[in-house]
């Protein structure tokens, strides 16, 4: 049924082989050291990130490691990002960290993969100074992972399977889900936009997009088995399809989604504005299970930032965007990012950026400060933006998000709303944590029996960006 051009069942045989070789080895070691292995899987980059993890997660499950601490476990693996360089940072600190714990523990394993590997600078970096990582992949073979661990278990010598970009999408490998009710599902990967500042179509190759059969394949799979709510995942929803031998619009693609039954709740991200279309807005304004929320990044109000920063829309498009949201779809709690301090960003860009702001006024909104990427048009261009410049700026933006979202958000006080309870509360063990279809967070009274139930729920007190509530 998977059979198709960019869907690749061989390779996932081929694969289910390596998990079983690897298996044996580990069978082996564990009973050396009489005790089970066990494996952490850590996430440093966006929800594409995690999916990936969970995959990995999977992959080792099924070789026979038990899911561990970071602190304690036999295998480590860091799956990075690099979208901004403070990510980096964070990789080789706590790479510094694990080194002496490798020491104590020859036996011991360290892996790098995901997004910073797909930088040749890094990859050589660690070869030259991180000899005591084991194995190192990338983006586009995560899927070999079992292979790339068995050429180190039986090479006893690092492992570096590093691929420049691919074409192919790897179905029905193992995969561990996080949470037993919802679950991410990669509907496609990669990204050619090309925003100036951006290194993710460079770590992250082509956008190519998962046939529609083979998503919803994965959703039946999941309801049947638990899932409630879906999360479907590109860097550029809105373009979903345009690659497929059949084009398919992302609008098309929800709607056929919708269909299934026991499946309650559909979010995506991300959002392009310059993609994002009539016909979407109509299929969310009718369907029942579309959640009621978009995260549509803005990055800057000033069209001469977003022209330079090749976003493809002007601030009057993005407003008049956000306007036909409101009135098709209400109730819609809108999110976005934003980047402070772009080459060339005056103080009256900054202005137009607060604008924005105001005039859309976001639900919450994720600020960043510019980071320069190498090899990424933007980090050539002149006019780099001073460092104290763009605390200042960065300080007043989030002032004005933070008030604003507290506002929008005391806007539900006294509503009755529906919520899927997640987990129990981190600060309170006599709460639960439940998300609202507008995706804000609201506590209650309960226990974790209710997680993966949906309650209603009356939001008695707004606290800025979550809400105190009780069942209904
Ligand atoms: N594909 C998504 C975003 C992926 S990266 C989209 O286009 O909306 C998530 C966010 O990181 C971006 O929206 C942007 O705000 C931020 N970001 C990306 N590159 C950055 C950089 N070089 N410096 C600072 N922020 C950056
Ligand atoms: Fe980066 Fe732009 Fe692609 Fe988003 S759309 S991943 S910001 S290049
Ligand atoms: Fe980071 Fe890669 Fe995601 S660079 S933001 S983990 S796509």
Do not use: W
Not at 175 to 204: A, L, T
Not at 413 to 432: K, Y
């Amino acid at each position: 049924m998977y059979d198709n051009i960019n869907s690749d069942n061989a390779e996932a045989a081929r694969q289910y082989d390596f998990i079983e070789k690897c298996r044996q080895y580990i069978e082996e070691e564990s009973r050396r050291l009489n005790r089970p292995l066990a494996a952490a899987v850590v996430t440093f980059g966006c929800q594409m990130n995690a999916r990936d993890s969970e995959k990995l997660r999977g992959i080792l499950r099924e070789i026979g490691y038990r899911e561990g601490e970071e602190e304690t476990a036999d295998l480590v693996v860091y799956n990075t990002c690099t979208v901004r360089e403070n990510a980096n940072t964070r990789v080789y600190g706590r790479l510094g960290q694990l080194k002496p714990r490798k020491k104590k523990n020859p036996h011991m394993m360290i892996g790098l993969c995901g997004c910073m590997m797909q930088e040749p600078e890094v990859v050589e970096k660690l070869k030259k100074s991180y000899s005591f990582v084991d194995i190192i992949f990338g983006t586009h073979n995560l899927y070999k992972f079992a292979e790339i661990l068995f050429t180190r278990l039986e090479s006893g010598k690092r492992a570096i399977d590093i691929l420049e970009g691919t074409d192919k999408i790897v179905e029905n490998l193992p995969n561990e889900r996080k949470y037993s009710f919802k679950s991410g599902i990669n509907i496609m990967f990669g990204c050619n936009n090309f925003c100036s500042y951006c290194i993710v179509p460079y770590v992250r190759g082509r956008e190519r997009s998962r046939r529609p059969d083979a998503i919803i394949a994965e959703i039946r799979r999941l309801v049947a088995d638990g899932v409630t709510e879906v999360m479907l995942l590109g860097q550029n929803v809105n373009s979903y399809g345009k690659t497929l031998e059949e084009p398919m619009s992302f609008a098309r693609l929800l709607q056929e989604i919708e269909k299934i039954e026991g499946l309650r709740r559909i979010r995506f991200m991300t959002s392009h504005p310059k993609d994002l279309s009539d016909e979407l807005i109509e299929v969310m304004g009718k369907s029942e299970k579309i959640c009621r929320h978009l995260h549509l990044p803005v990055q800057s109000g000033s069209t001469a930032i977003l022209q330079k920063m090749n976003r493809r829309y002007t601030k009057e498009q993005y407003l008049l965007l956000a306007d036909k949201l409101r009135r098709g779809v209400p109730g819609i709690s809108l999110t976005t990012d934003i980047i402070v301090g772009f080459p060339g960003e005056t103080e009256e860009d900054f202005q137009e950026t607060l604008d924005i702001v105001r005039k859309v006024r976001y639900d919450s909104a994720f600020t960043f400060i510019y980071s320069k990427r190498t090899g990424t048009p933007a980090a050539v261009m002149e006019d780099q933006v001073p460092e104290d410049v763009i605390k200042d700026r960065f300080g007043r933006l989030l002032e004005e998000v933070q008030k604003i979202a507290g506002e929008t958000c005391a806007l539900h006080e006294g509503t009755v709303q529906e919520a899927l309870i997640e987990s129990v509360s981190d600060q309170d063990a006599s709460m639960v944590t439940g998300r609202l279809s507008n995706n804000l967070l609201v506590h209650i009274p309960g226990d974790a029996g209710m997680i993966g139930r949906y309650v209603k729920v009356k939001l008695k007190e707004c606290k800025g960006f979550y809400y105190i509530g009780e069942a209904v």
